[in-house]
């Protein structure tokens, strides 16, 4: 199959088709693990299947024991299936943040050695991984206290200062629709959002991230970022009674990138969750601990925060026309409309203020 650096391009469907009992024969065939049950998670253009598997009759030498919490059948779209160097990159990544004390899904090799295959469906070629499931709830779940953003502001970066030392050559041109790089390649998808004031909205964003953040990009700090810290990523479990980060699930979305971009999309989405723009600040604070942002770089802050959630509904929007079904498509469009349009009318100086205020506020009270 041959490489691709192409975006997705309106009209173009790339989401697997597939049922719960192809994937038992695929888990089967390809793992040698005999399925007990096979639930379907969320998932935007690819398929995520949880397995569990019995622990007798295992056909796969490269898996000794089963994983008792069971296993993440992934399904990739089938852009995606044509980067195979970077699904190489992925594999290799997890490894190494396993390998270096950060708890993510570890992945699996097949009967034949390897940690991914290429499997025919009727919906074309799509690259076939079994992940080990990582147990938790999911910090979508819960109403996150203050405590748990702070600790997401100091995970996710310090989830950066560990790849610091991570390399692979797929991400030297590795390239995806989300990434905050594309955001200027929103205006194909814009015919999706059907309320002409919120068009004109989006529209403005999309000139300001080119005007102010492109043209900066150049010497911005970079490195390899996870690319989607979101909600639905992180994995939290209760300890002593108190919310802690416990892991971070999918890598679809990592990359080589400014890590601006990292921390506007980690606090897009804990102000989605929140449903509350200060809970910025308690990223920051969080965030800050692990490594300073530059000036610059919190100057920039607001109009990447809006162009981030201006992708997360246009694409929702977009995805959920050609597949209504999806509701995971929506879940931004919830809640992220009424917070943009909240957001991005207010004075950009007042917002930043306010952010700084509540993370000074929030490192002095737990010092």
Known sequence: MAESTSLLKPGEIIKPIIDVAECKILVEALYGLECSSITELNGYDDKNYKV???????????????????????????????????VEAQNSLMLFLCNNDVTCPRPVKNRNGEYYSIERFVSGEHVVRLLEF????????????????????????????????????????????????????????????KDATRRKIVEDIIQQFKDRVLTVREILEKGIIHGDFNDQNIVVEKLNGEWTIKGILDFGDSQYSCYLFELAIAITYMVIVTKNLDAVGYVIAGYSKIRSIP???????????????????????YTSLHNPENKYV???????????????????????????????????EIS
């Open 330 to 364: 929506l879940t931004t469009a919830a809640t992220g409309w009424e917070l943009l349009l909240k957001l991005w009318p207010e004075p950009e100086e007042k917002v930043l203020e306010k952010w700084r205020t509540v993370a000074d506020s929030y490192i002095q």
């Open 134 to 193: 990582l147990p938790g709830s999911i910090l979508h779940q819960i109403h996150p206290p203050n405590s748990l953003l702070y600790q997401s502001g100091i995970f996710v970066a310090s989830i950066d200062r560990v790849l610091k030392n991570f390399h692979h050559p797929a991400y030297n041109s590795h390239q995806t629709l989300w990434m905050l790089d594309s955001v200027p390649q929103l205006s194909q998808f814009l015919f999706a959002v």
């Open 52 to 86: 569990l598997v019995n622990n007798v009759n295992i056909k796969n030498e490269n898996v000794k024991d089963v994983c008792k919490d069971g296993y993440v059948l992934k399904i990739m779209n089938s852009l995606d299936s044509k980067k195979i160097s970077f």
């Open 295 to 317: 000036d610059i770089e919190f100057s920039l802050l607001k109009v990447c925060v809006a162009a981030r959630l201006c992708q997360s509904l246009v694409m929702g929007a």
